[in-house]
């Protein structure tokens, strides 16, 4: 059973959302909360799988909150997905950023949500389809001039060339069987490289391996063409 906690300032909102995640077989609300502070203290109270976060709201926004919970190691198992009526590239690089595993609008089909949650509980990054290859082109050239810390140096040097390959593949937004098909190796063998690419790098998501990519200058705007 996928636990979710609802976070959004509006009542209605927070409803709907109910409605239809309850109606799943495999989704659970376990909580809510109408803005980023209560957000937090929910996350830790109830331990959810995943969040649904609203960007705005008073208080407290969406951002801060989701930074508050992937910085927390008791929630070290929680994705966040953020969702917000403003499609705009500035929410979505500080969503990514602030650790977020996925963003939507919330003008996204009902069966998508549902779809949504699963593939973020699942493990992996997802966006919203118009913005995702986009986002990825935005988010390297954005990106902060590479200055790795000792400890992020330290993961990174763990990686094989063959693992380096496969990270810099995921950076430029390919799944698991695209890179398979780049590589010419079978898609279990590149869902292999990318989880122990992950494990070592210590990062949640394939959102969080997108992030480090490009901020530790493991790889560069144009280097994956």
């Known amino acids: 059973m996928i636990g979710v906690l609802l976070v959004d300032d509006q009542a209605l909102v927070r409803a709907g959302f109910r409605a239809l995640l ?3 077989r495999d989704i659970e609300v376990v ?3 109408e803005d980023g502070a ?13 969040v649904l976060m609203d960007i705005r709201m008073p208080g407290r926004n969406g951002l801060d909150a989701t930074k508050d919970i992937v910085a927390d190691p008791r929630l070290s ?3 966040v997905i953020v969702l917000t009526t403003f499609a705009e590239d500035a929410y979505v690089f500080d969503a990514i950023r602030n650790g977020a595993s996925g963003f939507l609008v919330k003008d996204i089909e009902p069966v998508e949500l549902v779809h949504a949650i699963r593939v973020v509980h699942g493990g992996d990054a ?6 995702t290859r986009r986002l990825i ?3 390297a050239a954005r990106a902060k001039p590479p200055q790795p810390a000792k400890q992020i140096a330290a993961l990174l040097d763990q990686l094989t060339e063959r693992e380096r390959e496969v990270v810099a593949l995921v950076a430029a937004g390919l799944s698991n069987d695209e890179i398979a098909e780049r590589l010419v190796v079978s898609p ?5 490289h990318v989880s122990r690419a992950m494990i070592k790098l210590a990062a949640r998501d394939r959102a969080q391996v997108v992030v480090l990519a490009y901020e530790s200058g493991l790889v560069r705007p144009g ?3």
């Open 22 to 24: 309850q109606a799943q």
């Open 31 to 33: 909580g809510e909360a």
């Open 137 to 139: 082109e935005e988010f």
């Open 77 to 79: 198992g929680v994705k």
């Open 126 to 131: 997802l966006l919203s389809p118009v913005v």
């Open 223 to 225: 280097w994956t063409g």
């Open 38 to 50: 209560a957000a937090v203290t929910m996350a830790r109270d109830t331990k959810p799988d995943v």
């Open 188 to 192: 279990a063998t590149a869902k292999t």
